[in-house]
C-alpha cells in the first residue's frame, strides 16, 4: 500500500514562484522509491518533469530546466518542487507519483504505478 498526497498548488502571475510538496505514506521505505513530479496540462498527456532516484540522482524535463528544482527529504518522506519563473505554458494538474526498485528515475510518466491526487497550478 503506498498513499501520495500533493499540496502547494494555486494561481501564480508569469515570472512568479510556488512550491509543491508531496508526502508518501508506505509500508515500503520511502529511500526504496524513486519519485516523479509530473503534469498534464489540457488535451494533452501526462509528462514527467522533474524525476530524482534513490541516491539522489536528478534529472528534468528540457521544457523546465534551470527554473524547476526537485528535491526528496528521506527523513520526512517528502519530495519537493521547487517552481521558479512560471510561465503560462506551465498551467497544469501536477502529480507527485513513485516506482519502487528501479536504479533510474525514469522521465517517462508511464513508468510510475502510485499516483497522487494532483494539485492544479494556473499561471496567468
Known amino acids: 500500500h503506498v498513499q501520495l498526497v500533493e499540496s502547494g498548488g494555486g494561481s501564480v502571475q508569469a515570472g512568479g514562484s510556488l512550491k509543491l510538496s508531496c508526502l508518501v505514506d508506505s509500508v515500503w521505505a520511502f529511500g526504496s522509491y524513486c519519485l516523479c513530479w509530473c503534469r498534464q496540462a489540457p488535451g494533452k498527456e501526462r509528462e514527467g518533469i522533474g524525476v530524482?532516484?534513490?541516491?539522489?540522482?536528478?534529472n528534468y524535463a528540457d521544457s523546465v530546466k534551470g527554473r524547476f528544482s526537485i528535491s526528496r527529504d528521506n527523513a520526512k518522506n517528502t519530495v519537493d518542487l521547487q517552481m521558479n519563473s512560471l510561465k503560462p505554458e506551465d498551467t497544469a494538474m501536477y502529480y507527485c507519483?513513485?516506482?519502487?526498485?528501479?536504479?533510474?528515475?525514469?522521465?517517462?510518466?508511464?513508468?510510475?504505478?502510485?499516483w497522487g491526487r494532483g494539485t492544479q497550478v494556473t499561471v496567468s
Open positions: 530524482i532516484d534513490s541516491d539522489g540522482t536528478i
Open positions: 507519483a513513485a516506482v519502487l526498485m528501479l536504479t533510474t528515475a525514469p522521465l517517462r510518466a508511464d513508468e510510475y504505478p502510485f
